[in-house]
């Protein structure tokens, strides 16, 4: 008997870890029957299709999700053509409401395993491999079946659930999530954590345990999933802790987050933190008090607003903050207002993201009330609602893109807040560029690295013309700061005049090593050749820049791509004087 769990991912990166643990909780002397495949979402189901029938499963499970119901569907109608035999299992979110109509849908499936799933899978292997009589399927609590639904079963206690990473093999290279709690207090109506009443815990020891071992393997990063990773201060506050005295200065840990509850000692900790040791999610959704009200979530826009500033200072934590377009009372004006609350922030990632109507959500329900109209299919994001129209949704749509492709790089730190000048708002800038970019033509995914910095310069030059070459100055600066050019982009200004400039430089500092110490040993052209010196007649570097005069020049700045931003990934600049003096910057 060979038993087969598959699952299919958004990304390569990714890894699921629902199927990892429903394997490792089947008995012991059952797990060689237990096989698992993983997929993603960009392959060909016709190609999923064929890996399946060669590996000539008995029983096959799949993991569904919104971001896979489609091609799971697809499967459920092609695998009975090739796997005429094969019992097949459906589990996770996606499936775990609406259970009559699918299975109607889909006469193929055997049935649906309902919300959590190690105990009740352990039993359906068991019924496979120890017999009916043993285990009838009617007994498994937590079943739906042609019958009807099984029994509920409880809540597992996630201490006694096995660690999925024994064998870091299959993670290489991906994403590692980890869980320490399930469950959320919180009661949003778009999300399905709202229906679990309570939040459970994983027992402290094993979570340092399982900690200390992603830390010793030095993988990249780690995800918690826990929905909200601060609800418990005291078991917050102990794991952050745990990791910055256990630090092997490689680990990522990525954390979602409540921000206006974190406590001032958790802020504290947190400023500690080696840069690039930690990451927080932060759901912020709307600033609207109508709409925080509407959809149950408790937030003090305020006070978040407060923390996030004070978890900038530290210079230390990647901050990711999150809107949701499609909100009740949320109208495309207050959610510019939203926008631009949020914005102000500074975050280092801003998600503007669509809602969707999930499943057994409140929201589902009140979508009729709320006049909130959602696509049929997967992943039921929102079209319009009484507040927003189709054309207000498009206009946000790209709004999105210009946000992903000019702020959320981070390739335009100090470019952005100047052009930011022109306009009533960022919100506005935003919402202008992106008509810019539907106007011209404009492609959002070029093989182009300097494509974005081109269009950029020809929208300021449109918007804030008198200025074309501050914003010259500005996108060279931004460009080097990231990207260590082999040639010169077009939008450069022409410096031919400092050539001479620039290689006395490097003869001098083949000599004295003043301003790249740990670059002893090479000679002039290997150094011109690892950093680069540019000169400026703005000062770029300057927050204020977009005040000043020019100049000739305001200095020359020395980008060290050797010595880069932990958290930004942006190289270290000096600022040097044609006088030949400078200062860190």
Wanted: charged share 30%.
């Amino acid at each position: 008997m060979k038993i087969l769990l598959a699952a299919i991912n958004a990304k390569y990166i990714h890894s699921n870890p629902a199927i990892y643990s429903l394997r490792a909780c089947v008995k012991e002397e059952h797990r060689d029957s237990v096989f698992l495949a993983e997929y993603t979402i960009n392959q060909y189901a016709g190609d999923i299709l064929a890996d399946l029938y060669r590996q000539r499963p008995d029983v096959i499970g799949f993991s569904v999700y919104i971001w896979n119901r489609t091609i799971v569907e697809e499967l459920l109608r092609e695998l009975p053509k090739v796997l005429p035999e094969a019992e097949i299992w459906l589990g996770g979110p996606e499936v775990s409401y609406g259970c009559e109509e699918l299975l109607k849908d889909y006469p193929v499936v055997k049935g649906v395993i309902i919300g959590e799933g190690e105990d009740t899978f352990r039993e359906v292997v068991c019924h496979y491999l120890e017999g009916e009589e043993a285990y009838p399927l009617r007994d498994i609590r937590g079943l739906y079946l042609r019958s009807g639904y099984t029994p509920v079963r409880e809540a597992a206690d996630l201490s006694r659930l096995p660690f999925l990473y024994e064998d870091p093999a299959p993670f290489a290279n991906r994403i590692i999530y980890y869980e320490s709690s399930r469950g959320c207090p919180y009661r949003c109506s778009y999300c399905l954590s709202s229906l679990e009443k309570q939040v459970r815990f994983r027992k402290m020891e094993l979570v340092k345990k399982e900690l200390r071992f992603f830390l010793d393997q030095k993988v990249a990063q780690v995800k918690f999933i826990d929905r909200t990773f601060n609800c418990h201060h005291a078991h917050a506050r102990e794991i952050w802790q745990f990791l910055k005295e256990n630090d092997n200065g490689v680990t990522n840990f990525h954390f979602e987050i409540s921000a206006d509850i974190l406590q001032e000692e958790e802020i504290e900790l947190l400023g500690t933190f080696r840069p690039g040791l930690a990451q927080l999610e932060i759901g912020v959704q709307t600033a609207n008090p109508d709409t925080l009200a509407a959809i149950h979530r408790v937030s003090d826009i305020d006070r978040l607003e407060r923390i996030v500033g004070a978890l900038r200072k530290g210079n230390n934590i990647h901050l990711h903050l999150d809107l949701i377009a499609g909100l009740p009372y949320e109208d495309l004006e207050s959610f510019g207002r939203s926008f631009d609350r949020v914005y102000g922030m500074k975050p280092h990632q801003l998600q503007l993201g669509f809602l969707k109507v999930l499943k057994g959500s409140e929201m589902e329900e009140k979508a009729e009330e709320f006049h909130i109209v959602y696509r049929d299919k997967p992943p039921y994001e929102v079209l319009y609602t009484r507040w927003l129209s189709y054309e207000d949704v498009l206009q946000l749509k790209g709004i999105e893109e210009m946000v992903e492709l000019y702020y959320n790089s981070g390739q335009f730190t100090h470019t952005l807040p100047v052009l930011e000048q022109a306009f009533s708002s960022p919100f506005a800038m935003y919402r202008t560029l992106a008509e810019y970019y539907r106007a011209e033509g404009y492609f959002t995914n070029s093989p182009s690295r300097t494509y974005r910095y081109e269009i950029l310069l020809k929208f300021a030059r449109q918007t804030d013309g008198a200025r074309e070459a501050l914003y010259r100055e500005l996108l060279t600066f931004d460009y080097y700061l990231r990207e260590n050019a082999k040639s010169r982009p077009d939008f450069a200004p022409d410096r031919e005049e400092y050539r001479e400039f620039v290689r006395s430089f490097y003869r001098r500092e083949e000599e004295t090593g003043e301003y790249l110490p740990a670059y002893r040993g090479y000679d002039r052209k290997q150094l011109s050749k690892m950093t680069h010196l540019e000169p400026f007649t703005y000062p770029v570097w300057e927050e204020g820049v977009g005040n000043a005069a020019e100049g000739r020049p305001a200095g020359f700045v020395l980008f060290d791509y050797r010595c880069r931003s932990l958290l930004t990934g942006a190289a270290s600049v000096s600022v040097i004087s044609a006088a030949d003096s400078g200062k860190e910057n």
